[in-house]
């Protein structure tokens, strides 16, 4: 037997291979499927499964396309409804994989359709739990996301309590846990960094699974500081039920060079945003005008998924020479297929041809000292919990995930600086403004990292209502 957690740090998304005499199972597996195909026959064996534990909000799942090209039966959990073939699991069903079980456990909560699967070895022995959105590393799925007619966030939370204490937390404690995500996803509020657990561990420093925890404090602890979804969740759910293209299509269309003419013309023809995907430094120093940076050696596709909204808005490409297509397989899988091509050449080429171009004004934390001083206004975008936990004294809170909500706060005349933790987060900001007409802002460079080796005053505002 093998088991393989397949983990992409981007996404904070973890998949799994597993394999058993011959025989393959792949729970959760990503859009570009090549890879598991590419390990069943290094393996000398067949995909038999596809395991989908929900319908997922933060990313394009492999399903359809692997199971297209390996003809391997997907399968998913009671309740769930899909517009192709599918097993719908009842609870408790087992399904052989060579020399090994693996059964389905109906765990609702995150959303209606919830599935763990519990692998069992040759003996019969409870092995592994692959607990998807139910049951992460020091935290559980958030229970919001899957609101429909009378069932609230509360009704879900409760089902949620229900499928933990009857379903997981009875399991033993040598039990392996593979959750579906780790540290930077936003299907949940506290997940650990590791990726890998067990049943014992958990119980003993997961907050949502002590023993002593009734169904009202758990339903309140875990609806409590529940940031809004990303916009683009339902979109991705809508095409997880409905399939998508195959990632190959998606690349051939994509990955097209256009020369500084063919971007110029495109770009004033059409209503695509300029999406530059360089280092930041590389953006401050000189863009496009217009242009919104969203860095590919970030947080990437969440962010463009959270800023852009719409998976399907048109897209043009300035990346660095040879990424494009790691740019473009990264933007589709969180939906976005809509790219028109890349500029050829890079910024440089933009450059070289004399075409207009802007920069951003960067500071140091050493130079924003004296402009604190003077009582110049201080923008902070981390997220709410970050800001609570501490921040500059006079700085306001106006979370990137929601600059949207912000733009009437930010001043039309005299200058104002913006930070977030390192720097990343500051210039995807301060691009979305200068493209707004805010002329006027300044990024922090080294973010709040270099802030708190200065002097400037800073506090904490510990307050529920931020974390909402």
């Known amino acids: 037997m093998k088991i393989e957690q397949i983990y992409t740090g981007c996404l904070a998304q973890g998949a ?39 319908f997922h909000a933060d990313f394009v799942s492999g399903h359809v396309t692997l199971a297209e090209k390996t003809s391997a039966k997907i399968i998913y959990g009671p309740t769930a409804k899909t517009t192709f073939d599918a097993v719908i699991a009842e609870d408790n069903q087992v399904f052989q ?47 919001d996301l899957a609101q429909k007619g009378n069932v609230t966030e509360a009704d879900l939370a409760g089902y949620l309590y229900e499928s933990l204490r009857t379903k997981v937390m009875t399991l033993p ?91 110029e013309f495109m770009a004033n023809e059409t209503d695509a945003v300029i999406l530059d995907v360089r280092h930041q430094t590389e953006f401050i120093k000189g863009y496009i005008p217009q242009s919104i940076f969203i860095g590919i050696d970030g947080g990437f596709a969440p962010w463009v998924g959270a800023l852009i909204k719409d998976i ?27 790219v028109l091509g890349y500029l050829e050449g890079s910024f440089d080429a933009w450059q070289k041809a004399g075409k207009e171009m802007d920069t951003l004004v960067s500071i140091s934390a050493e ?20 800001y609570a936990n501490e921040h500059i004294k006079i700085a306001e809170s106006t979370p990137l995930d929601f600059l949207n909500k912000h733009i009437a706060e930010f001043p039309k005349q005299g200058k ?13 900001a301060a691009s979305i403004l200068k493209a707004r007409g805010f002329h006027n802002v300044i990024d922090v460079a080294g973010g709040y990292g270099s802030i708190k080796k200065t002097e400037i005053e800073r506090t904490a505002t510990v307050c529920p209502s931020t974390l909402k």
């Open 312 to 338: 399907k808005q048109p897209i043009l490409l300035v990346s660095s020479e040879g990424r494009e297509e790691e740019v473009i397989t990264r933007l589709s899988r969180v939906g976005f297929d809509n």
């Open 16 to 54: 799994y291979y597993i394999e058993s005499n011959g025989e393959v199972a792949i729970i959760d597996p990503l859009r570009e499927v090549q890879q598991y195909i590419d390990k069943a026959a290094e393996d000398n064996a067949n995909i038999k499964y596809i395991f989908e534990t929900h």
């Open 416 to 428: 104002f600086y913006i930070h977030c933790a390192g720097g990343y987060r500051s210039v995807i």
């Open 97 to 143: 994989l060579g020399d090994i079980t693996i059964t389905a456990l109906h765990t609702p909560g995150h959303t209606m359709e919830s599935t763990c699967y519990l692998l069992k070895d040759k003996e019969g022995k409870d092995h592994a739990i692959f607990s998807g959105d139910t049951l992460f590393l020091g935290d559980v799925g958030r229970p």
């Open 173 to 263: 404690d040598d039990v392996i846990v593979y959750p579906a995500h780790g540290a930077g996803s936003a299907c949940g509020k506290n997940l650990s960094k590791e990726t890998v657990g067990t049943i014992g561990n958990q119980k003993k420093t997961n907050y949502a699974l002590r023993e002593d925890m009734t169904k009202a404090e758990f339903i309140k602890e875990v609806t409590d500081g529940l940031l809004p979804p990303p916009a683009y969740f339902p979109l991705n759910v809508k095409l997880n039920k409905e399939g998508y293209k195959d990632i190959t299509d998606v690349l051939e269309t994509a990955t097209k060079p256009l020369s500084v003419k063919e971007f």
């Open 367 to 386: 130079t924003l000292v004296d402009k604190i001083s003077n009582n110049e206004p201080v923008f902070d975008v981390r997220k709410p919990g970050e």
